[in-house]
């Protein structure tokens, strides 16, 4: 079964492809005439769900999609869903990484808890869809760690780790990760609502 998932992002698209292993996963690179989605939604859930029917009635194809970021306990919650935008520009990492360290830079250490979010949305071009969440709770180090991963990822230490995400293997991430959460709970449903 040949599903698409809304993203030209290279990282998201071997993450993802990991964790829904057995389908014919296909990122937004191979259907050029689909452009970008604007996240117009104000939670995860409604970004997530505008990409997949998006892209599902742009493809034919069954789409998924997913929104995620950084929630901050002292930013109360955010960057949240404009964790990818933080810094004014869509997608500057490193732009993005700097503001959120800057503006927690004089937090003490052990008021940094922060989570990863993620909605995985499936959406069929019948207009069905599904919606699953996951989290992954940790705090902050105010120093990047790690080059695997992207985003926020050299900042985040997962519960009861003491490296950040972008330390950790692609499996060891996966294993634990909100995306990687939200996509297991999803690919069930992916089965069953494709009958494969």
Not at 24 to 30: A, K, Q, R, T
Not at 93 to 100: E, I, K, M, T, V
Not at 128 to 155: A, C, K, M, Q, S
Request: aromatic residues 4%; proline residues 6%; charged residues 20%.
């Amino acid at each position: 079964m040949r599903i698409v998932l809304a993203t030209r992002n290279p990282g998201k698209i071997a993450e993802l492809r990991r964790i829904l292993a057995g389908f014919e996963i296909v990122g937004l690179e191979e259907f050029p005439e689909i452009g970008e989605v604007a996240e117009t939604g104000v939670t995860f859930e409604e970004n997530a769900l505008l990409k997949a029917h998006a892209v599902a009635k742009g493809s034919g194809l069954p789409a998924v999609a997913d929104d995620s970021g950084l929630c901050v306990d002292v930013l109360n919650g955010m960057p949240g869903v404009f964790s990818a935008r933080w810094s004014g520009r869509h997608g500057d990492d490193q732009a993005n990484l700097d503001l959120l360290l800057a503006q927690v830079s004089d937090v003490p250490a052990e008021k940094l808890a922060a989570h990863f979010a993620c909605a995985a949305a499936l959406a069929l071009p019948t207009g069905e869809h599904r919606v699953v969440e996951g989290t992954l709770p940790g705090h902050l180090v105010t120093t990047p760690r790690g080059t695997n991963g992207f985003g926020y990822d050299p900042i985040l230490v997962p519960l009861g780790q003491h490296r950040t995400t972008a330390e950790l293997s692609p499996d060891e991430k996966d294993a634990i990760s909100h995306r990687g959460r939200a996509f297991r709970a999803l690919a069930p449903i992916v089965r069953d609502m494709l009958g494969s």
